[in-house]
């Protein structure tokens, strides 16, 4: 299983940028999708979440702004960024719950000027 995310970039504060994490492989059972980032110093944190039970989870720095989406017959997950600030500078991670493990994706940068 490969994950590989894209759409990173550097923006200015108060736009928009769109990730997406491509998975491909042997895919079967899904458990959870999740966007996880990781800033200079800093421990990573979870962003945003298809949870097990099929619902949706947001970080509370970025409900509002954040939109986790995926899209199953091109197996891509994607989460929309709007309203960036420079705390969301982050590598941004995609990772993929399976019935046969867990898989991360390489990481995108995300870089908000102020």
């Known amino acids: 299983v490969q994950l590989v995310e894209s759409g990173g970039g550097l923006v200015q504060a108060g736009g928009s940028l769109r990730l997406s994490c491509a998975a491909s492989?042997?895919?079967?059972?899904?458990?959870?999708m999740r966007w996880y980032r990781q800033a200079p110093g800093k421990q990573r944190e979870l962003v945003a979440a298809f949870t097990r039970i099929g619902s949706t989870y947001y970080a509370d720095s970025v409900k509002g702004r954040f939109t986790i989406s995926r899209d199953n017959a091109k197996n891509t997950m994607y989460l929309q960024m709007n309203n960036l600030a420079p705390e969301d500078t982050a590598v941004y991670y995609c990772?993929?719950?399976?019935?046969?493990?867990?898989?991360w994706g390489q990481g995108t940068q995300v870089t908000v000027a102020s």
């Open positions: 990772n993929y719950e399976l019935s046969i493990g867990d898989y």
């Open positions: 492989g042997s895919i079967f059972t899904v458990n959870s």
